[in-house]
């Protein structure tokens, strides 16, 4: 994975059709994803349960691009290696799941995936200062994680000083949640680069129709680009 702050779409198969999952990550990299986002959550650190390490093995046989797997779970540190293991690109811990979160990003990246720290709506920017030359990515919740389809949390101020604060650090930063061809634009100014959508990519598509989500994905896409122009 080499490094560039182009904006990158991301999907997150969180939308997808759960009983399609091989021919709908198929789908969305031939209509122009960038990455794709897989959200694992445990039903304990957020009120939702979706994928463990077998299933994410499973998307990884369909996945070209980037597995980008964000791990909504505490503890977090029994875990890493599964993961790894299961082919993910990028794991992403949240750093309220657990008190040594630079010890969860040394763990990361001692699997030789690259490592995300994610930040809730509630945690400062400040909280990560100390970690910006063990990551790879850092991931700002504009939702509180637990569930797909939520109403956007404007956190551009954050976006702005953590962009400041990452300077010229090879770090990606990260949207997850509520991104849209509205959002979009908001965000990319601010210095985000990699836009993670749900709803708003799978919205009026399926496998039989997959242009639908090519359309999406432009959208997004393009609405982040003219931010920049």
């Given at each position: 994975m080499s490094f560039d702050r182009r904006i990158?779409?991301?999907?997150?198969?969180?939308?997808?059709?759960?009983?399609?999952?091989?021919?709908?990550?198929q789908a969305i990299e031939?209509?122009?994803?960038?990455?794709?986002?897989?959200?694992?959550?445990?039903?304990?650190?957020?009120?939702?349960?979706?994928?463990g390490p077998p299933a994410v093995a499973a998307f990884r046989r369909h996945v070209g691009t980037v597995m980008d797997v964000h791990l909504m779970i505490a503890p977090v540190d029994l875990?890493?290696?599964?993961?790894?293991?299961?082919?993910?690109?990028?794991?992403?811990a949240h750093i309220e799941a657990g008190p040594h979160i630079h010890r969860t990003l040394?763990?990361?990246?001692?699997?030789?995936?690259k490592a995300g720290v994610a930040l809730n709506p509630g945690t400062p920017a400040d909280a990560v200062a100390h970690l910006l030359d063990l990551a790879?990515?850092?991931?700002?919740?504009?939702v509180n994680p637990g569930f797909g389809g939520q109403k956007f949390i404007d956190m551009?101020?954050?976006?702005?000083?953590l962009r400041q604060m990452i300077g010229d650090r090879p770090v990606?930063?990260?949207?997850?949640?509520?991104?849209?061809?509205?959002?979009?634009?908001?965000?990319a100014a601010a210095g985000a680069d990699v836009l993670v959508a749900g709803s708003a990519v799978f919205r009026g598509g399926s496998v039989a129709n997959p242009t639908t989500?090519?359309?999406?994905?432009?959208?997004?896409?393009?609405?982040?680009e003219s931010a920049l122009a």
């Open positions: 990158k779409i991301a999907p997150s198969i969180l939308s997808a059709d759960f009983a399609d999952f091989g021919r709908e990550i031939a209509q122009g994803a960038d990455w794709v986002h897989v959200d694992v959550m445990d039903g304990h650190f957020v009120p939702n349960l979706t994928f875990y890493i290696q599964a993961f790894a293991d299961a082919g993910a690109d990028i794991i992403t040394q763990a990361i990246r001692a699997t030789g995936k790879d990515l850092v991931c700002v919740m504009t551009t101020d954050k976006v702005r000083r990606h930063i990260e949207i997850d949640g509520g991104v849209d061809p509205t959002t979009a634009p908001m965000l989500y090519g359309d999406n994905i432009a959208a997004i896409r393009r609405a982040a």
